[in-house]
């Protein structure tokens, strides 16, 4: 059951380069979001989708940005990826407002 | 500054012992959420909690959204190796502003 899985599981990159972090689910869930996660501030929201073409920011929108031109896929893009921008990567899905969020495995991201 | 503080931040006990962990926050939520989160993998949903006063139980847990539904804990009883992970909380302020602590980093030794 694949559900929803991200690309890469880790990638080293320099600051300045864009990077680009993949994200596909299988159950074509209404909703997808993109989380960080740094030690001492748990998850924070990125941006998230409600729907293919419709994105909005979240907690922590500087420095990334997303698309979402099919309901499967919504890839984060670094556009000039910067140190402080080292974390773990969490995508998220869900059918709909207020149900059970369904999260994939991570992709562990280092910016030297 | 955390909108919702969990505590302790890391728990080490013996197998078989008692414990609770705390989410606490001054904002009010719609709903709460519990998930446990291994090493390497995503966070896993474990239950939610919408009404003030509320208490979940699933299996040896005990979730409890307080009256005011600003805080609320997880006790695990008899606590088993299985049971080690990071425990995070998340409150729900709307339909696509879902908060999270900083987690609970529970060990249970065998």
């Known amino acids: 059951d694949a559900g929803i899985t991200q690309s890469p599981r880790y990638k080293i990159t320099e600051t300045g380069r864009q990077v680009t972090l993949m994200c596909h689910q299988t159950?074509?869930?209404?909703?997808m979001f993109w989380y960080r996660q740094d030690l001492g501030h748990g998850l924070r929201l990125i941006y998230y989708?409600?729907?293919?073409?419709?994105?909005d920011k979240g907690e922590v929108p500087d420095g990334y940005v997303v698309s979402r031109s099919k309901t499967e896929n919504f890839p984060l893009t670094l556009e000039s990826a910067t140190r402080s921008q080292t974390s773990v990567y969490f995508c998220?899905?869900?059918?709909?407002?207020?149900?059970?969020?369904?999260f994939g495995s991570g992709t562990q991201l280092s910016v030297l | 500054t955390q909108l919702l503080e969990q505590s302790p931040q890391f728990l080490s006990i013996q197998e078989g012992e008692n414990l609770t962990v705390y989410c606490n926050s001054s904002?009010?939520?719609?709903?709460l959420q519990w998930y446990r989160q291994e090493p390497g993998e995503g966070p896993v949903l474990l239950v939610t909690?919408?009404?003030?006063?509320e208490v979940k139980k699933l299996k040896r847990l005990t979730f409890q959204f307080g009256d005011a539904r600003k805080d609320s804990s997880l006790h695990i009883t008899a606590a088993q190796p299985g049971d080690t992970g990071l425990y995070l909380c998340?409150?729900?302020?709307?339909?696509?502003?879902?908060?999270f602590g900083a987690g609970t980093r529970l060990t249970v030794k065998p």
């Open positions: 909690v919408v009404t003030g006063g």
């Open positions: 998220a899905s869900r059918r709909g407002a207020g149900e059970k969020l369904f």
């Open positions: 159950w074509s869930h209404s909703y």
């Open positions: 904002s009010v939520f719609s709903s």
């Open positions: 989708s409600a729907a293919a073409d419709i994105t």
């Open positions: 998340a409150g729900g302020r709307g339909n696509n502003d879902m908060r």
